[in-house]
């Protein structure tokens, strides 16, 4: 009882404390004096016509550099902690961690398996154009990485007994973050800081080959992002 | 938009609601992630500017004024990631703990207290 | 208008849905409500002007997540819960 | 310089490669993951080293080329090179602790080390709000599964608790931070905090209030504050002790600088908040340790309570109520990520995780020298940084007006000294509560060499820190200097340590005393010539005796610099000095644990009330004390010399704060309890002199505080004659007596007159004789027999003839009685009170020397007299340096009794000449305004008449027939217990009915009172934490709520 009232006075007063804020809320005006900055001089200095890009890998680049390493810490305290040791049968009772599972999971029906076949690789072709076309039009490499990991999962229900080549899976894993670092690094030694993408040409606004690194860069986190996705959803998929 | 304002912060109640009565653990992290949900909506709205579109360049530029504020975006892109990151972390937590005791009860698992 | 209405709209959506969720007996039901709660809002980031927020959270949020938690469903349980 | 973005690129790209190596050589993974954490550290202290001597300016970075606020910056000033290379040290050591424990777990667990680390720096280096919670959050999700490292359910179910709250905390946070993006539209620091202030009063700051409340809320609960901080402990209890040792140093610490650029950016209206949410943590947690009885989770507790304070100073620093905060704050934050890392560490080693058990540690004399460093350093003692830390701490909020804060900050740390002590306590005596008694705790070298290493940097920062801290501090670092020299000769004969002792403080005696005048000259030559003596009594011992000799040498050193100090802080730090030196000497003792806790923790509260009182009086108390009394300069406030005089009672063992005494008197090995009795007894009565120098006469006319004082004395030297008197234990009989003999000091020095202050101080050195005879003797008695108890003894003329002596001896200079050294001190002393009127003192002083009778006589009759027991019929005499010891006291009480004025001479002239001169001596006799004394006539008289009667005694008695012990002669039957029938056995059985009344001991049951009321309330509160997720989500929410109130009214 007491508990109850408890909980009916927090979400009382965080109501309160959120009326407060839209009862004063105005809504933006006009764009503040960074977003001013990045809109009227994101163009000339990075060449990207998508800004969100232009702030995400390159303004904001230790944060996007920062969100990758969470996605990989995410994924290697997963793999950490559902792969370290098997699962073992259960130690104080209950249901082994769906062991059973593995038994009675059905093999995918013949269409799904052969249309997945074709699907597949389109969706990840999809997912790559995503991230290569990032500082030209919406999406980049988190979007292309989701894309291409979906392309994944799809794979997983068509093929339940699918199994993926970790090696692979581990070297672009590891690959694609030591060079998004490396690449941060160039910008460092060439241009004008860490993770400086402008020290490959600027280029011709609206091109694939355009915004200096940006485009390298984003598909660098298009696979990292893709390969620690890919991961989490293996481990969480196989029953060890 | 105020509209969009107030819904993230119901779907942030709603989150906070959840996160204090139940008593499934998964239902927990769901709390967490109807609340990230609220929130980023709030985020989105607050660099929402009326009559902006969104900020993507084109080869002839036009009035600055009418793009929505891109830092926001980038923000929730980030949060949104992370929040994923952490929730499916959550669930592999949930997963090995299962496979100790065979219980999604949260009230299972009071081994350390005082 | 329409576009505030329909916001609206998807608004009351998803709080219900949210409190659904909260509420079903059935985990599964929890997860695709929450599922659907997260597109509803990657459409509302399109309306807001965010179209790379909205990719994210379609792709991420939505989808892989909703993944991610199926997964964790069954290998978790494969029955209902009760809960408070 | 290096680039710190150097720490990023190094740990990521490293961490990222790590999994490419899982399959290469084996060892291969591991050196990489070192090699990238000591280029992360050797980045930080090359800022560090380069800051410090100047050669480089603070460091600004620009990320991707473009300047704040349009891209990220970090920042490398002075602040953050300390944290960062603090931080980066211990997580590197931690790293060395860990590895294998991380190498058993596979690559993973080194990525997740590697980016926990790199979180870490970043939250101390970046500019930007945005990036910050990045970093936090990258801090955050590799200390979730690392807490999980065991896999164990404790482990996941703190990791998914942990994720739980760090996850509602970002949510806050991203919603403070964006709202504040709004209205700055900006996320750069710096920037904000210009910008915030301009939004005080506008229409925006409707909607920011509440913002800004949730950014604040998030950091709390990242500071794990009270009562938001359940899952902490459930961290700091379930995970790898090496695990939680970086997760209570490192993130600590990295998010106590997060708060600090935050808080600004917050607003003024938010300091006081804050400031007083951690001190509520930290007491709360503090007292709430009162009952853990888990090692882990006591540190958790330990550990928050540290962040509470921690909290609090910066808090009040931004605020600027606080000078030189920063020193404070890195001290303690220093002090803190060492000693609890080390303390964790060993947990880590032992494997044992109830406190009851930590005996298996006494068996390794090193770790647990380990650990006693880290327990000295966490509660805050000298030479350890914190100790720096608090002194300045409470100076500066007492000058700032904060007293209430004072009271609330030495409260939580009275609590934490209670817990920590009691531990400690375990560990030196508890033994092992089950289990297998033989098992021998094993630390990898690896593990013991990082422990080892953490002391040591410990005490290097201690040493540079002692060194811009206190004047002189070559002369205050002798007595540390000479235990640590002392310690290179533990695996030498324990006599051959007690030789280089005894050298030691002879020569340092002969180096300072010729120097030396006044009160000075006074206290040093007797706590350096007693300690000397007593040194030599120490000679007997042939047990290994570890640590025993530094610890002796450093409480007589500290004494020693106890009387050199010329500032209150060097008094402190001796203070301190002696008071843990002492401790361990107790603790020593073999059913030592329980008293030894209650003495420590009654001087831990009479050393903060000393503290305090130094504090109330602006910091130079005793500045030109060491001129004596013609320093006296009447310059004191009230609540000053009312603390001081609290705390100085406290050590005295003033009725009512003597609980702590005969336990620790009684039960400290046999000579240590002859030292502690005669000798440290006399560092309270140092105090009252220098207390009462500087305060001059100031209230005699117009308060009664020198009478109250008066009277203290001589109630406590009345109950203190009084309990004597009813003890069975003779090691008990002579605590208590020593408890009521320093009453008549307090009392003769309260009198504020010339022969109060000679009586005082000549009282002091005839007690030190006799009560020191006394002890060795009983030491002797009780090394030979086994046992304290008098009603076993008897008859143990024959056997120890010169022991008998000595008790002899001692106890006709104790009773007072002349011809020996105490009758002089009565007799000053009954002078000194009539001369100031105080007639009723005088008689209850003079009603207690006749009690004292009553235990001299039982001492002498119960183990000398009568028969001697068939089990002692074959003992010998007491070991020779013992008797040695015995008979040098005894020579010097016979040459000041027949030549008082060999001592009472100089006493008078260090006495001075401020009071009004009312003794005079003409040749051998010291005239009194109310009579005269001549210490060589009166003792020839007294053996003349002696020697009379034992002539007319031998003449007219009659033969004297033997009669065996339990020779039952008018009963039928031997009694089933023959102890009981020993005439000694409750001798004073009839006056203690007689008593009963007032022997009732009220103060021990107040003081139990006071220790179950703590308990009960610590036992009652720690149920909140419940262990349950949900309830602490609950928490951390009405924390919120608690939070908005104490802002609000912080605001108004």
Redesign the interface.
């Given at each position: 009882m007491i508990?109850r009232a408890?909980?009916f006075?927090?979400?009382a007063?965080?109501?309160w404390?959120?009326l407060?804020?839209?009862?004063?809320?105005?809504?933006?005006?006009?764009?503040?004096?960074?977003?001013?900055?990045?809109?009227?001089k994101?163009?000339e200095?990075l060449g990207a016509?998508?800004?969100?890009?232009a702030?995400?890998v390159?303004?904001?680049?230790?944060?996007?550099?920062?969100?990758v390493?969470?996605?990989?810490?995410?994924?290697?305290?997963?793999?950490?902690?559902?792969?370290?040791?098997r699962?073992?049968r259960?130690?104080?009772?209950?249901?082994?961690?769906?062991l059973e599972?593995e038994k009675t999971r059905r093999k995918a029906s013949e269409i799904l398996e052969t249309g997945s076949d074709i699907v597949v690789p389109a969706i990840a072709v999809f997912g790559v154009y995503?991230f290569v076309n990032g500082h030209l039009?919406?999406?980049?490499g988190?979007?292309g990485g989701?894309?291409i990991?979906?392309a994944i999962?799809l794979l997983f229900l068509s093929h339940p007994f699918y199994s993926l080549n970790h090696g692979v899976l581990?070297?672009t894993?590891?690959l694609s973050?030591?060079v998004?670092?490396?690449l941060?690094?160039l910008?460092?030694i060439l241009?004008?800081?860490?993770?400086?993408?402008?020290f490959l040409p600027v280029g011709e606004?609206?091109r694939i080959l355009s915004a200096g690194a940006i485009p390298v860069i984003y598909s660098l986190i298009g696979l990292k992002?893709g390969a620690e996705?890919v991961g989490?959803?293996e481990?969480?998929?196989r029953?060890s | 938009m105020k509209a969009v304002l107030v819904i993230g912060l119901l779907l942030m109640l709603t989150g906070f609601y959840g996160l204090m009565t139940r008593r499934n653990m998964i239902k927990m992290v769901l709390s967490v992630a109807i609340t990230e949900v609220g929130l980023q909506m709030v985020m989105i709205t607050a660099g929402f500017i009326r009559g902006g579109t969104a900020p993507i360049l084109t080869e002839d530029i036009t009035e600055l004024a009418s793009f929505v504020d891109p830092v926001p975006q980038a923000l929730v892109l980030t949060a949104i990631v992370i929040g994923v990151a952490v929730n499916a972390l959550m669930l592999a937590f949930i997963i090995r703990m299962y496979g100790k005791r065979g219980s999604l009860d949260v009230r299972d698992y009071t081994d350390s207290k005082w | 208008m329409i576009i505030t209405a329909l916001i609206i709209l998807m608004g009351v959506t998803m709080v219900v849905s949210a409190v659904f969720a909260l509420h079903t007996k059935n985990l599964l039901m929890a997860v695709i409500a929450v599922g659907i709660l997260s597109l509803f809002s990657s459409i509302i980031y399109l309306i807001m002007q965010a179209p790379d927020v909205a990719m994210t959270e379609a792709a991420i949020g939505a989808g892989l997540s909703t993944v991610i938690f199926l997964y964790a469903l069954r290998r978790t349980t494969d029955r209902d819960v009760d809960d408070d | 310089m290096v680039t710190p973005i150097y720490i990023f690129i190094i740990a990521l790209g490293i961490a990222f490669l790590l999994p490419l190596l899982e399959r290469a050589k084996k060892g291969a993974a591991e050196t990489v993951f070192l090699a990238a954490l000591s280029g992360i550290a050797l980045i930080s202290w090359h800022w560090l080293f380069s800051l410090l001597t100047g050669r480089c300016e603070i460091g600004e970075i620009f990320t991707a080329g473009f300047r704040p606020p349009f891209s990220i910056n970090l920042r490398v000033g002075m602040e953050e090179a300390v944290f960062t290379s603090a931080i980066n040290l211990a997580t590197l050591a931690g790293a060395v602790y860990l590895i294998r424990e991380l190498s058993g777990r596979g690559t993973k667990s080194m990525m997740l080390y590697l980016l926990f680390v790199m979180g870490m720096n970043g939250m101390v280096l970046t500019r930007d709000i945005f990036n910050l919670f990045v970093f936090m959050e990258i801090t955050g999700i590799a200390s979730y599964a690392l807490v999980a490292l065991r896999l164990d359910t404790k482990g996941l179910t703190a990791g998914f608790k942990y994720a739980i709250a760090g996850s509602l905390a970002s949510i806050f946070m991203l919603l403070g931070i964006i709202v504040i993006y709004m209205i700055t539209g900006t996320l750069n620091i710096d920037s904000i905090a210009s910008r915030m202030v301009s939004f005080s009063g506008t229409a925006a700051a409707g909607f920011v209030a509440p913002a800004v409340f949730m950014l604040v809320f998030a950091f709390m609960i990242e500071m794990k504050q009270f009562p938001a901080n359940g899952w902490a402990l459930d961290v700091y209890d379930s995970a790898a002790p090496g695990i939680s040792a970086m997760i209570s140093a490192g993130s600590a610490g990295a998010a106590l600088f997060a708060i600090y650029k935050i808080l600004p950016i917050a607003g003024e209206g938010w300091y006081m908040a804050a400031a007083i949410t951690g001190s509520v943590t930290f007491v709360a947690a503090n007292l709430i340790g009162l009952k853990q009885e888990r090692a882990g989770r006591l540190l958790g507790y330990s550990s928050i309570g540290q962040m509470g304070l921690l909290l609090t100073v910066v808090s009040l620093g931004l605020k600027g109520s606080l000078p030189s905060w920063q020193l404070i704050a890195v001290g303690l934050f220093i002090n803190h990520l060492l000693a609890k890392a080390g303390l964790f560490w060993l947990t880590g080693i032992t494997g044992e995780d109830r406190i009851r058990n930590w005996g298996v540690i006494a068996r390794r004399p090193f770790l647990l020298m380990m650990m006693g460093l880290f327990m000295a350093a966490l509660s805050g003692f000298p030479p350890f940084p914190a100790f720096w830390s608090k002194w300045t701490l409470v100076m500066s909020m007492f000058s700032g007006g904060m007293k209430v804060w004072v009271v609330f900050i030495l409260l939580g740390s009275l609590f934490e000294v209670a817990y920590l002590f009691r531990w400690f306590g375990y560990a030196v005596r508890g033994g092992v509560e089950d289990g297998e008694s033989g098992d021998i705790v094993k630390g990898t070298p690896e593990k013991t060499a990082v422990i080892f290493f953490g002391a040591a940097l410990l005490t290097a920062v201690a040493y540079y820190m002692m060194g811009k801290m206190i004047d002189n501090s070559t002369l205050m670092l002798m007595p540390l200097v000479g235990a640590a020299g002392l310690l290179l000769f533990e695996r030498f004969d324990p006599r051959v340590r007690g030789i280089v002792s005894l050298a030691a403080v002879l020569y340092y005696g002969y180096m300072i005393i010729p120097g030396l005048s006044g009160m000075p000259l006074f206290f040093n030559s007797f706590f350096l010539g007693g300690g000397a003596i007593m040194l030599l009594a120490t000679l007997h011992r042939r047990t290994a005796s570890r640590g025993f000799y530094p610890m002796l040498l450093l409480m007589i050193g500290s004494l020693s610099a106890l009387a050199l100090s010329s500032t209150s802080l060097q008094f402190f730090y001796a203070w301190e000095l002696m008071t843990f030196s002492s401790y361990i000497l107790v603790l020593r003792g073999k059913k030592a644990m329980k008293p030894a806790l209650l003495y420590m923790v009654f001087s831990a509260a009479g050393a903060y009330l000393v503290m305090a009182g130094f504090a109330s009086a602006g910091g130079t108390v005793f500045g030109g004390a060491g001129d004596g009394i013609a320093g006296m300069s009447g310059s004191l406030q009230m609540l000053p010399f009312i603390l001081l005089a609290a705390g100085f009672l406290v050590k005295v063992a003033g009725m009512g704060l003597h609980v702590w005494a005969p336990g620790a008197y009684a039960e400290a090995e046999d000579d240590s309890s002859a030292i502690i009795s005669s000798i440290l007894s006399k560092a309270g009565v140092l105090g009252f002199v220098f207390l009462f120098i500087k305060a001059g006469t100031a209230f005699t006319g117009s308060t009664y505080l020198y009478s109250t004082i008066g009277w203290i004395g001589a109630i406590t030297a009345f109950f203190g004659a009084l309990y004597a008197a009813m003890q069975e234990d003779a090691k008990k009989l002579l605590a208590w007596s020593s408890i009521g003999q320093v009453g008549y000091m307090i009392l003769g020095l309260a009198a504020m007159n010339q022969i109060g202050w000679v009586a005082a101080l000549y009282h002091s050195v005839s007690h030190f004789m006799f009560k020191g005879l006394l002890f060795l003797a009983v030491a002797g008695v009780v090394y030979r027999t086994g046992t304290r108890n008098m009603y076993e003894m008897g008859g143990l003329i024959k056997r120890m003839p010169m022991s008998f002596i000595s008790v002899m001896i001692g106890i006709i200079a104790l009773s007072g009685v002349p011809p020996l050294t105490g009758f002089g001190g009565k007799w000053l002393l009954y002078n000194a009170l009539i001369e100031r009127g105080w007639y009723l003192q005088a008689a209850l002083a003079f009603f207690s020397s006749t009690v004292a009778f009553l235990y001299c006589f039982r001492l002498v009759h119960a183990i000398f007299l009568g028969q001697a027991k068939p089990a002692f019929r074959k003992i010998k005499e007491a070991p020779r340096s013992l008797i040695a010891a015995q008979y040098i006291l005894i020579m010097a009480i016979m040459m000041f009794s027949m030549k008082p004025s060999i001592l009472i001479k100089p006493i008078m002239g260090i006495v001075g000449e401020r009071f009004d001169t009312l003794l005079t001596w003409q040749a051998n006799t010291l005239y009194s305004p109310f009579g005269y004394w001549n210490g060589f006539a009166v003792m020839m008289v007294v053996c003349a008449l002696f020697a009379i009667l034992l002539v007319i005694l031998l003449l007219i008695s009659p033969k004297p027939q033997k009669v065996k012990q339990f020779n039952i002669v008018f009963a039928a039957e031997r009694p089933e217990t023959p102890e009981t029938t020993h005439y000694a056995w409750k001798f004073f059985t009839p006056y203690e009915r007689a008593f009963s009344g007032i022997l009732k001991p009220a103060a021990t049951r107040f003081w139990n009172a006071v220790g179950e009321w703590a308990e009960a309330v610590a036992a009652m509160s720690r149920h909140i934490y419940s262990g349950n997720t949900g309830a602490y989500v609950v928490q951390i929410f009405i924390f919120g709520i608690l939070l908005f109130i104490l802002s609000r009214g912080g605001l108004s």
């Open positions: 508990k408890l909980i006075l927090v979400l007063f965080f109501a404390q959120f407060l804020m839209v009862t004063g809320w105005e809504g933006l005006s006009g764009l503040g004096e960074i977003a001013r900055h990045y809109m009227e994101g163009r200095e016509a998508n800004i969100v890009t702030i995400v390159t303004y904001r680049g230790l944060d996007t550099l920062g969100e390493s969470v996605l990989f810490l995410a994924a290697a305290g997963i793999g950490f902690l559902l792969g370290a040791g699962l073992s259960k130690q104080d009772g209950g249901n082994a961690g769906g599972n995503i039009s919406p999406g980049g988190f979007q989701a894309v990991a979906s999962v581990k070297v894993e590891s973050g030591t998004y670092v490396g941060g690094l910008g460092l241009a004008g800081g860490f993770l400086d993408a402008r606004f609206g992002v996705l989490i959803l481990q969480m998929r029953p | - | - | -």
